[in-house]
């Protein structure tokens, strides 16, 4: 599986941006989806997981209420809409999929794939 993500920037805090990640090589609606994100000095965190219908979806408290997690099974993509942005949201974003399961929420070792990761920089 090779996942590319895309629609990082810089934003003014308040601001939105939305995120996507394409996937390819394996069939997309069998992949459970997720985004994480990694701060500079601190470790990768969970941000948000969707199933593989879109019908599930979990999110971190840092982000809920902000942020939705979404996805097209026909285009092959996974989408992170994220509104009301703060600078501690910046962080490189990495979409991560899970061939296995269903459904893998926040755990990180359940996912098997990982995308380059999108920098996105929120300015007070």
């Known amino acids: 599986v090779q996942l590319q993500a895309s629609g990082g920037g810089l934003v003014q805090a308040g601001g939105s941006l939305r995120l996507s990640c394409a996937a390819s090589?394996?069939?997309?609606?069998?992949?459970?989806m997720a985004w994480f994100r990694q701060a500079p000095g601190k470790e990768r965190e969970f941000v948000a997981a969707?199933?593989?219908?879109?019908?599930?979806?979990y999110y971190s408290d840092s982000v809920e209420g902000r942020f939705t997690i979404s996805r097209d099974n026909a285009k092959n993509t996974v989408y992170l809409q994220m509104n009301s942005l703060k600078p501690e949201d910046t962080a490189v974003y990495y979409c991560a999929a899970d061939p296995t399961r269903y459904f893998s929420g926040s755990y990180s070792a359940g996912y098997d794939y990982w995308g380059q990761g999108t920098l996105v920089t929120v300015s007070s």
């Open positions: 969707i199933s593989w219908s879109g019908g599930e979806t």
């Open positions: 090589g394996r069939t997309f609606s069998r992949l459970a």
